[in-house]
T-cell receptor
Framework: GNSVTQMEGPVTLSEEAFLTINCTYT??????LFWYVQYPGEGLQLLLK?????DKGSNKGFEATYRKETTSFHLEKGSVQVSDSAVYFC???????????FGAGTRLTVKP | EAGVTQFPSHSVIEKGQTVTLRCDPI?????LYWYRRVMGKEIKFLLH????????ESGMPNNRFLAERTGGTYSTLKVQPAELEDSGVYFC???????????FGNGTRLTVT
């Protein structure tokens, strides 16, 4: 079945550092790929998504490219801020919420 | 528009007790999902409602869990009797159609002692 594996945390970075959170997936079809973010005390929010191979999702300075050849969807940001401290979840879905598969989450802490 | 709201935000109960979690989806969202994150592991699907009907409950761990969505509006998830391994964060999400974005609530953190 479909599954997602993301790098384990926690990740601690200094402000303005470069961020990469790795995510790889296993899927039988051609799923859509997502990154969700959970800020402290809040629910999951969609950060970005990509629906087909070679698509790049981007939002708030974060980017991820749907790489079919490496089955990856790594999250990157060139310069993190303290306000980016949160838990990041990689996810995939064939179509709807009942086949959504999430990674274990990566906690990011950015220090000033 | 108001987002998905969940109540309570935290619940601490003893093993063997009963707890009921509530989710109010965004108005007009026919699709409602429950998910659970246990012990910092991945978020797992529990079940899916379309209006008041259970579309898919394949993720429900056992018969101690009962979900309802009377009237197709808010939903409740009851755990009876609660066990230690039920501790975790329970998320609710809603969407207008299966192709539209999922909107998540803040989650209910359940601790069973």
């Amino acid at each position: 079945g479909n599954s997602v594996t993301q790098m384990e945390g926690p990740v601690t970075l200094s402000e303005e550092a470069f961020l990469t959170i790795n995510c790889t997936y296993t899927a039988t079809g051609y799923p859509s790929l997502f990154w969700y973010v959970q800020y402290p005390g809040e629910g999951l929010q969609l950060l970005l998504k990509a629906t087909k191979a070679d698509d790049k999702g981007s939002n708030k300075g974060f980017e991820a490219t749907y790489r079919k050849e490496t089955t990856s969807f790594h999250l990157e940001k060139g310069s993190v801020q303290v306000s980016d401290s949160a838990v990041y979840f990689c996810a995939l879905s064939d179509r709807s919420g009942n086949d959504m598969r999430f990674g274990a989450g990566t906690r990011l802490t950015v220090k000033p | 528009e108001a987002g998905v709201t969940q109540f309570p935000s935290h619940s601490v109960i003893e093993k063997g007790q009963t707890v009921t979690l509530r989710c109010d989806p965004i108005s007009g969202h026919d699709n409602l999902y429950w998910y659970r994150r246990v012990m910092g592991k991945e978020i797992k699907f529990l079940l899916h409602f379309v209006k008041e009907s259970k579309q898919d409950e394949s993720g429900m761990p056992n018969n101690r869990f009962l979900a309802e969505r009377t009237g197709g509006t808010y939903s409740t998830l009851k755990v009876q009797p609660a066990e230690l391994e039920d501790s975790g964060v329970y998320f609710c999400a809603s969407q207008t159609s299966v192709d539209s974005p999922l909107h998540f609530g803040n989650g209910t953190r359940l601790t069973v002692t």
